[in-house]
Nanobody, 125 residues
Framework: QVQVVESGGGLVQAGGSLRLSCAASGRTFNRYTMGWFRQAPGKEREFVAAITWSGGITSYADSVKGRFTISRENAKNTVYLQMNSLKPEDTAAYYC??????????????????WGQGTQVTVSS
């Protein structure tokens, strides 16, 4: 079992950067694919990025490609989301999730077994 806690959210101006962190507990953290999702008010939760346990495979939503980078440090049980060139439309609660199918990445949120409580990102124009 894995428990995840997000941090690093905040208020930033358009064009700025933030780095989100997701700290996970559990001995088998490196056997989980980790994903980031986000949910804006009144909208469905959507996929942002994911990374396999080795870091060898990553996937990004088209809306964040070239601006966001997902990475992980298994020794620290932590996954990161570096967000650059932020836009007001990136405003949302960001959630970290763990998928026990550690060999591939998926955009399907139903495939993820464990979720954090979320961290708010607000981008002002």
């Amino acid at each position: 079992q894995v428990q995840v806690v997000e941090s690093g959210g905040g208020l930033v101006q358009a064009g700025g950067s933030l780095r989100l962190s997701c700290a996970a507990s559990g001995r088998t953290f490196n056997r989980y694919t980790m994903g980031w999702f986000r949910q804006a008010p009144g909208k469905e939760r959507e996929f942002v990025a994911a990374i396999t346990w080795s870091g060898g495979i990553t996937s990004y939503a088209d809306s964040v490609k070239g601006r966001f980078t997902i990475s992980r440090e298994n020794a620290k049980n932590t996954v990161y989301l570096q967000m650059n060139s932020l836009k007001p439309e990136d405003t949302a609660a960001y959630y970290c999730a763990a998928d026990s199918d550690w060999t591939s990445v998926t955009v399907n949120l139903l495939a993820y077994d464990y979720w954090g409580q979320g961290t708010q990102v607000t981008v002002s124009s």
